[in-house]
Every structure is written in C-alpha cells, then in structure tokens.
C-alpha cells in the first residue's frame, strides 16, 4: 500500500492525491474496526469504514476524467459485498469472509498503478503523436 500510495502521489496528479487520502484515512480506521469484532459474524464497525471508503472512492470515480477510478470503485465494492453476504447467509464460513474481504485489495492497488501509468502514457502518446 505504501509503494502504491508513493506512486499515486508522484504521478497521479488530483486524483492520485485524493486515492491517498482515501486509502490512509481507511487504514486508519480499519485497524480499529478489525480490532472491534471477530471474523465469526458480520464485523459491523469493518463494515462501516469499507462502506464510508466506497462512498469516498465512488466520489472521486465521479469527479474523475480517468478509468482507474472505476475499476478501484469496483473492487472496493466487490469487499463491501463480502459483508453482505455474511448478512444473508448466516451460516457464512469465517475463513471464507476473512479472505474475501481482504482478498481485493491485491487488485485495488494493481489497477491504481497500472491505471495512472496507463493514464500517463496516453498522456504522452497525445502530446507526441506518432
């Protein structure tokens, strides 16, 4: 997370800016919140902040120009749906939702870097045409 949010700051721009304040502000919270309940039922308190940080990056996929914000949004989503299911399903395996709820954020962090890369090349690519 830390490389991650070293490159989204160094190339990023505005919105690589934001992505930092978004993911520090919900590492901050979440090590309380982890803290608060047991992978044995719903984490309530875990729940909130993922919901609160899909709420944030779901802002800056709106006021973003850029498609990696979309795909950051959509991973974060697919974390917020594991409590869900844990919701519905009462019987849901506390290993399964542990995994799946940390599961995304290995691709969360692999689109931000490939995206704003992705981003700055067709920067380039446009301000040198071929």
Request: net charge neutral; aromatic share 14%.
């Amino acid at each position: 997370m830390l490389l991650t949010c070293a490159f989204a700051l160094a190339f990023g721009g505005r919105d690589g800016r934001r992505f930092v304040v978004i993911s520090v502000a919900a590492v901050l919270f979440t090590i309380p919140a982890q803290l608060a309940g047991s992978w044995q039922a719903t984490q309530y308190w875990l729940m909130t902040v993922d919901l609160l940080t899909f709420v944030a990056l779901l802002w800056l996929m709106l006021q973003s120009h850029r498609y990696w914000p979309v795909w950051v949004s959509a991973c974060q989503l697919m974390t917020l749906l594991s409590h869900v299911a844990t919701l519905l399903l009462q019987s849901f395996s506390d290993r399964i939702y542990e995994g799946l709820n940390t599961v995304w954020i290995i691709p969360l962090m692999l689109f931000t870097i490939i995206g704003i890369e992705l981003d700055r090349k067709s920067l380039h690519d446009r301000a040198y045409p071929a």
